[in-house]
């Protein structure tokens, strides 16, 4: 029962309509008991933070940011958790006496997720990542700071992953980093060199998107991480697979990372286990992956 004195979350993205958010944390909140409501706004970045402002005004307690607001929040929050300064992108907005504050949970989510898929962390591996803003930059700064031995950079603005690899450089962690020229020769030639390949760019959204890598990227040594999670496998993780590759959606991440949200908000420990199980059902069509 929605009554004047329930709770409001959302999440904000442009687009939005494709984002999972809601039934995760709605299930969560079910499961908690908690008077609250999580919904979903489609917002372009030029106003992401007057909505934010309007939102604070009309007793929003939080909310999540997806594409491509992350870094748009950075730049006009005033005030962020130490997480966040660092990783220059915020996915989290807590609302509260003292106004808005700023989080990330998107490095957090993705270790997380790695751990329980590929039972593993980024620790002495290489890795390549492809896309360096919003989440991918997180994930990059967190497989440094998890002690990836070599990081390869790729994305289609140059100056995301240049300002990407000297913030890694000085986080003074120890891993090499390289930027990988444009090109798809290159970006197999990346991946190849690489144990783990994480694709954290908006391709494979849609049906109709051809993947960044093809099969001359893998040799079957290779883990894949692909953030969408829309789909059961994406293009790119077929594949992956298809050189007997392991490979894993972002389903997980997105689990994790929305956990970790949902108990900044609330200060209670999330359901992860019950967010989890919301999502396959949603991608999979039952609790349990085929």
């Not at 690489?194 to 890598?213: F, K």
Request: hydrophobic share 45%.
């Amino acid at each position: 029962m929605i009554n004047p004195s329930t709770k409001l979350y959302a999440v904000l993205g442009h687009p939005v309509a494709h984002s999972l958010s809601p039934r995760m944390q709605n299930a969560a909140i079910k499961r908690l008991g908690l008077d609250a409501l999580y919904l979903a706004f489609d917002v372009p970045p030029e106003k992401l933070m007057a909505t934010l402002g309007m939102m604070a005004e009309l007793g929003f307690a939080g909310v999540n940011l997806t594409v491509p607001l992350k870094e748009v929040a950075f730049r006009g929050l005033k005030d962020m958790d130490p997480d966040a300064m660092v990783l220059g992108s915020v996915n989290t907005v807590k609302f509260g006496p003292r106004g808005m504050r700023g989080f990330s949970t998107d490095g957090f989510g993705f270790i997380s997720a790695i751990k329980k898929v590929f039972h593993c962390t980024p620790k002495d591996l290489s890795v390549c990542l492809l896309g360096c803003g919003g989440a991918g930059r997180a994930v990059g700064l967190a497989c440094a700071g998890a002690g990836a031995k070599k990081i390869f950079l790729a994305d289609t603005e140059m100056t995301r992953a240049k300002k990407l690899k000297a913030d890694i450089a000085a986080s003074a962690v120890g891993a090499e980093v390289d930027i990988v020229p444009a090109g798809r020769e290159a970006l197999n030639s990346a991946a190849r060199e690489s144990r783990l390949v994480i694709q954290a760019t908006p391709v494979g959204m849609h049906r109709g998107d051809i993947p960044l890598l093809d099969s001359r990227a893998f040799d079957g040594r290779q883990m894949l991480y692909d953030l969408i999670y829309m789909f059961p496998r994406t293009a790119l993780m077929k594949i992956a697979s298809g050189k007997g590759c392991r490979v894993a959606n972002g389903l997980d991440m997105l689990a994790f990372q929305g956990a970790a949200s949902l108990s900044i908000w609330t200060g209670r420990k999330a359901p992860v286990d019950t967010m989890i199980r919301e999502l396959e059902k949603a991608v999979y069509g039952k609790s349990k992956r085929v």
